[in-house]
């Protein structure tokens, strides 16, 4: 028997994975978590017939949140709070997000970065639900109809890895799981896409990990991974099934240790885009903006040293020097000032090694033959104005480097970008310790704020959380075809924009988390602006709104648990009240 066969006979009751759906008239037969919420009232408990099913008191949601977090402080260690979110977010769908969106920097470390890294690594040991989609290379030819199995009608976007890199942490294989899980919940919470509409894959693709293989505990496929062309065909495959099933959906490809060739393979034929290229290379970009203006040192002037050349170092350098380019410089002057370094030291294209197709772009060719292979002499060649961290390894921006940069720099650009926290090539307190309180700083994952000669000192979080909502909303909302450069540059700029007076005031870079979901509108109306600009659009009846309509608009169409609870009431009550008036 083919699987396709297998596959279509074994079509049983659903999955597990909840759905805001509820009994109402044409909303679907299942109950869902919003039917069991203990806020609703009597009236609308009986009409679903859930009523003696929950406990007798209708409460309001601040007694569910006070319970939420009293039990969440209460979990010893940080997985257990992770599980415990974890579960109210597939059983209280939206008392979670209600209680996510209240209290965002409290709760994104513990659903997001950093906590999100422990728990792809013990993946399979602490799984408890199925919370995604797994695809396996064994299902290759089969793609399509292992798609049919997820329960959900619609799907309006998708986070996908392979696992190969996850965060800083190398390849988890199909542990990787959390990041989609993490990053859909984020896309739901700080943009409001729905979350019954967002669909977390992972390709089991195998895994070059062999610890992995030797865990009994692993539940992926315990086999190398597969070549570049066995991935190219699975890839185009998975591409082709996904869009036939939901025709409008927008693919964020995650976390895969070389992802170049999808995102040239189908960025131009595909809804897609890639979130550690493109969207760390918008997120960065943003914070350079208000960093370099802030600094008075002229855009031609600035020299950036990024340590680690992967695809989020490139594509942060990428989308800077587009800036650089619009502020006047010519490409190729753009380009010189950014000097890259790898595991073999100062990237040059006469360092004797073959360089990786990506490397060759801002290799430099004007050292003389000299090749330099440790950062503080790199440091002490080049002088840069800004250091970037982006090599997944943890504390390298010593107090060696950081002294330099600030004897270098009244005010040195240093950003330790790498996740999480522990692959930080700096923490916050050490980068403000060690330039007397000078730098400038963003970190990938969130650190606390720190006390130097009695100064508190805050630090700013250069993570793609603030831009990938809007570039996922913007996309969906503008019906766009594809996700074009001037969309992600367009969420740079319009993150760039979005400090308020405070913010401003006390020289950020990023807005506060906590402001996340307005600034998400912003985001996603300058995306919606550039797909419109661009031709790419298909939603075109919101060409001709103002700012403020399109704003509106956006806010309209964002997800909002607390509507969903409102609305409810309100359905059923005025279902009661008709048919009471036509007895
Ligand atoms: N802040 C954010 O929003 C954000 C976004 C994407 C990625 N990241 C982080 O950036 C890091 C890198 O991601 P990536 O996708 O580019 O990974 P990658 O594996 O593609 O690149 C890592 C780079 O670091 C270099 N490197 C590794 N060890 C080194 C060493 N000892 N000395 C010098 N260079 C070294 C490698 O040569 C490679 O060029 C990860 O930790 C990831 O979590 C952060
Ligand atoms: O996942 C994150 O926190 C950011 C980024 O995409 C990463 O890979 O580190
Ligand atoms: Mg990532």
Same mark, same amino acid.
């Given at each position: 028997?083919?699987?396709?066969?297998?596959?279509?006979?074994?079509? @049983?009751?659903?999955?597990?994975?909840?759905?805001?759906?509820?009994?109402?008239?044409?909303?679907?037969?299942?109950?869902?978590?919003?039917?069991?919420?203990?806020?609703?009232?009597? *009236?609308?408990?009986?009409?679903?017939?859930?009523?003696?099913?929950?406990?007798?008191?209708?409460?309001?949601?601040?007694?569910?949140?006070?319970?939420?977090?009293?039990?969440?402080?209460?979990?010893?260690?940080?997985? /257990?709070?992770?599980?415990?979110?974890?579960?109210?977010?597939?059983?209280?769908?939206?008392?979670?997000?209600?209680?996510?969106?209240?209290? +965002?920097?409290?709760?994104?470390?513990?659903?997001?970065?950093?906590?999100?890294?422990?728990?792809?690594?013990?993946?399979?040991?602490?799984?408890? &639900?199925?919370?995604?989609?797994?695809?396996?290379?064994?299902?290759?030819?089969?793609?399509?109809?292992?798609?049919?199995?997820?329960?959900?009608?619609?799907?309006?976007?998708?986070?996908?890895?392979?696992?190969?890199?996850?965060?800083?942490?190398?390849?988890?294989?199909?542990?990787? +799981?959390?990041?989609?899980?993490?990053?859909?919940?984020?896309?739901?919470?700080?943009?409001? $896409?729905?979350?019954?509409?967002?669909?977390?894959?992972?390709?089991?693709?195998?895994?070059? #990990?062999?610890?992995?293989?030797?865990?009994?505990?692993?539940?992926?496929?315990?086999?190398?991974?597969?070549?570049?062309?066995?991935? !190219?065909?699975? +890839?185009?495959?998975?591409?082709?099934?996904?869009?036939?099933?939901?025709?409008?959906?927008?693919?964020?490809?995650?976390?895969?240790?070389?992802?170049?060739?999808?995102?040239?393979?189908? !960025?131009?034929?595909?809804?897609?885009? #890639?979130?550690? $290229?493109?969207?760390?290379?918008?997120?960065?970009?943003?914070?350079?903006?208000?960093?370099?203006?802030?600094?008075?040192?002229?855009?031609?002037?600035?020299?950036?040293?990024?340590?680690?050349?992967?695809?989020?170092?490139? @594509?942060?350098?990428? &989308?800077?020097?587009?800036?650089?380019?619009?502020?006047?410089?010519?490409?190729?002057?753009? !380009?010189?000032?950014?000097?890259?370094?790898?595991?073999?030291?100062?990237?040059?294209?006469?360092?004797?090694?073959?360089?990786?197709?990506?490397?060759?772009?801002?290799?430099?060719?004007?050292?003389?033959?000299?090749?330099?292979? *440790?950062?503080?002499?790199?440091?002490?060649?080049?002088?840069?104005?800004?250091?970037?961290?982006?090599?997944?390894?943890?504390?390298?921006?010593?107090?060696?480097?950081?002294?330099?940069?600030?004897?270098?720099?009244?005010?040195?650009? $240093?950003?330790?970008?790498?996740?999480?926290?522990?692959?930080? *090539?700096?923490?916050?307190?050490?980068?403000?310790?060690?330039?007397?309180?000078?730098?400038?700083?963003?970190?990938?994952?969130?650190?606390?704020?720190?006390?130097?000669?009695?100064?508190?000192?805050?630090? @700013?979080?250069?993570?793609?959380?603030?831009?990938?909502?809007?570039?996922?909303?913007?996309?969906?909302?503008?019906?766009?075809?594809?996700?074009?450069?001037?969309?992600?540059?367009?969420?740079?700029?319009?993150?760039?924009?979005?400090?308020?007076? /405070?913010?401003?005031?006390?020289?950020?870079?990023?807005?506060?988390?906590?402001?996340?979901?307005?600034?998400?509108?912003?985001?996603?109306?300058?995306?919606?602006?550039?797909?419109?600009?661009? @031709?790419?659009? !298909?939603?075109?009846?919101?060409?001709?709104?103002?700012?403020?309509?399109?704003?509106?608009?956006?806010?309209?169409?964002?997800?909002?648990?607390?509507?969903?609870?409102?609305?409810?009431?309100?359905?059923?009550?005025?279902?009661?009240?008709?048919?009471?008036?036509?007895?």
């Amino acid at each position: 028997m083919s699987s396709t066969t297998k596959f279509a006979s074994e079509s @049983g009751p659903a999955p597990s994975v909840k759905h805001t759906q509820s009994f109402l008239p044409g909303r679907g037969a299942a109950p869902s978590s919003s039917d069991y919420d203990t806020s609703l009232s009597v *009236e609308v408990r009986k009409y679903l017939r859930t009523y003696g099913l929950t406990p007798p008191n209708v409460e309001s949601f601040e007694v569910q949140a006070e319970r939420c977090l009293k039990q969440l402080e209460q979990k010893a260690t940080a997985i /257990d709070k992770y599980l415990y979110l974890s579960n109210l977010r597939n059983n209280h769908t939206d008392l979670f997000y209600r209680l996510a969106m209240d209290h +965002m920097k409290e709760l994104t470390p513990l659903v997001y970065t950093p906590v999100v890294g422990e728990a792809c690594i013990r993946w399979s040991e602490i799984y408890q &639900q199925p919370e995604g989609l797994y695809l396996s290379y064994a299902d290759k030819g089969n793609l399509a109809s292992v798609i049919q199995n997820w329960p959900a009608q619609n799907v309006e976007i998708t986070v996908v890895t392979d696992g190969s890199r996850i965060l800083g942490l190398g390849d988890l294989g199909i542990n990787g +799981m959390g990041i989609p899980v993490g990053k859909l919940a984020l896309y739901t919470a700080c943009a409001g $896409i729905r979350p019954d509409l967002t669909l977390p894959l992972t390709l089991d693709l195998g895994t070059n #990990n062999e610890a992995l293989w030797e865990d009994p505990l692993y539940m992926g496929s315990k086999r190398p991974k597969i070549s570049c062309e066995e991935e !190219r065909e699975f +890839m185009d495959e998975l591409m082709a099934a996904l869009t036939q099933r939901w025709p409008g959906i927008v693919i964020q490809f995650e976390d895969f240790k070389n992802p170049f060739p999808s995102l040239e393979r189908y !960025r131009n034929t595909y809804t897609c885009f #890639n979130d550690d $290229i493109q969207g760390t290379g918008a997120v960065i970009l943003a914070g350079v903006i208000n960093a370099v203006k802030n600094s008075g040192i002229p855009v031609k002037d600035q020299r950036a040293v990024f340590y680690g050349a992967g695809s989020a170092g490139v @594509g942060v350098a990428k &989308q800077i020097v587009e800036w650089f380019v619009k502020e006047g410089l010519t490409e190729d002057e753009a !380009r010189k000032c950014f000097w890259f370094v790898d595991t073999k030291g100062l990237i040059t294209l006469d360092r004797g090694d073959k360089l990786a197709d990506h490397k060759v772009y801002f290799a430099r060719d004007d050292n003389n033959g000299k090749q330099i292979k *440790e950062l503080i002499d790199i440091i002490d060649e080049v002088k840069p104005t800004i250091l970037m961290g982006l090599s997944t390894i943890g504390g390298v921006f010593d107090k060696q480097v950081l002294n330099r940069m600030a004897e270098l720099n009244k005010h040195p650009i $240093i950003f330790p970008l790498s996740n999480p926290s522990a692959n930080s *090539e700096c923490t916050f307190a050490d980068a403000i310790k060690y330039t007397e309180g000078r730098a400038v700083f963003a970190s990938g994952s969130p650190f606390q704020p720190t006390m130097y000669q009695g100064v508190l000192y805050h630090a @700013g979080q250069g993570n793609n959380m603030y831009v990938f909502p809007g570039i996922g909303m913007g996309t969906i909302l503008s019906k766009a075809v594809i996700v074009t450069q001037n969309m992600i540059y367009a969420s740079a700029t319009s993150l760039s924009t979005a400090l308020n007076e /405070d913010e401003k005031k006390k020289g950020l870079l990023y807005p506060d988390v906590s402001r996340i979901r307005e600034v998400s509108v912003i985001v996603t109306r300058g995306v919606i602006r550039a797909a419109q600009k661009d @031709g790419v659009d !298909r939603e075109i009846t919101i060409r001709e709104f103002t700012d403020e309509q399109l704003d509106e608009w956006i806010r309209q169409r964002m997800y909002d648990p607390r509507k969903v609870h409102d609305s409810l009431e309100k359905e059923v009550k005025g279902l009661l009240q008709n048919a009471v008036s036509r007895q």
